[in-house]
T-cell receptor, first 115, second 114 residues
Framework: AQKVTQAQTEISVVEKEDVTLDCVYE???????LFWYKQPPSGELVFLIR??????QNEISGRYSWNFQKSTSSFNFTITASQVVDSAVYFC????????????FGSGTRLLVRP | EPEVTQTPSHQVTQMGQEVILRCVPI?????FYWYRQILGQKVEFLVS????????KSEIFDDQFSVERPDGSNFTLKIRSTKLEDSAMYFC????????????FGEGSRLTVL
């Protein structure tokens, strides 16, 4: 069975602080995808990243970076120099690498960035 | 930028009524999905649809739910007889092909069952 755990239900930081959102996953599949989505207060789901299980390189995109570690089944997300606009719920998700693309979401981490 | 559009953005209905949520996926996409998010909870997979048939469905997607693509552009989710616990945000999503591209989500349709 597949499972995604986001143990941090809510994080509050002051603007310009760095913050890391944790994601731990479980799967018996040897190949899979991992995702992060952002859900701002307006409610839509905004795609941030997709990683393949065979690509463990960390990725950086502007103030965002992702640390994928297969050894610990973790796919953590760091926001550097956080901004108020980063306030949102962030979801980590997992899917099999097959045609179904059924995403299994974690319960989300609510990030509040205070000015 | 192409996007997935959903209507209505919010629907209020009485328990037992039928509801149809509509989605227009991105035009060249072939795979379509419905997900559900009960307020304050995680996003849950309902159903995937390809080549005019259901590819996979979750245990949530019981006989009260159905999907169809009646005219080649709209992708609809029907709930035959709504229950209070069907109150949620329903997200439509689409992607271009198997194992390719990101999954594009619509902005969601909020369903409130009274």
């Amino acid at each position: 069975a597949q499972k995604v755990t986001q143990a941090q239900t809510e994080i509050s930081v002051v603007e310009k602080e760095d913050v890391t959102l944790d994601c731990v996953y479980e799967t018996r599949d040897t190949t899979y995808y991992l995702f992060w989505y952002k859900q701002p207060p307006s409610g839509e789901l905004v795609f941030l990243i997709r990683r393949n299980s065979f690509d463990e390189q960390n990725e950086i995109s502007g103030r965002y970076s992702w640390n994928f570690q297969k050894s610990t089944s973790s796919f953590n997300f760091t926001i550097t120099a956080s901004q108020v606009v980063d306030s949102a719920v962030y979801f980590c998700a997992l899917s099999r690498m097959d045609s179904s693309y059924k995403l299994i979401f974690g319960s989300g981490t609510r990030l509040l960035v205070r000015p | 930028e192409p996007e997935v559009t959903q209507t209505p953005s919010h629907q209020v209905t009485q328990m037992g009524q039928e509801v149809i949520l509509r989605c227009v996926p991105i035009s060249n996409h072939l795979y379509f999905y419905w997900y559900r998010q009960i307020l304050g909870q995680k996003v849950e997979f309902l159903v995937s649809f390809y080549n005019n048939e259901i590819s996979e469905k979750s245990e949530i997607f019981d006989d009260q739910f159905s999907v169809e693509r009646p005219d080649g552009s709209n992708f609809t989710l029907k709930i035959r007889s709504t229950k209070l616990e069907d109150s949620a945000m329903y997200f439509c999503a689409s992607r271009i092909g198997p194992n390719t591209g990101e999954l594009f989500f619509g902005e969601g349709s909020r369903l409130t069952v009274l």
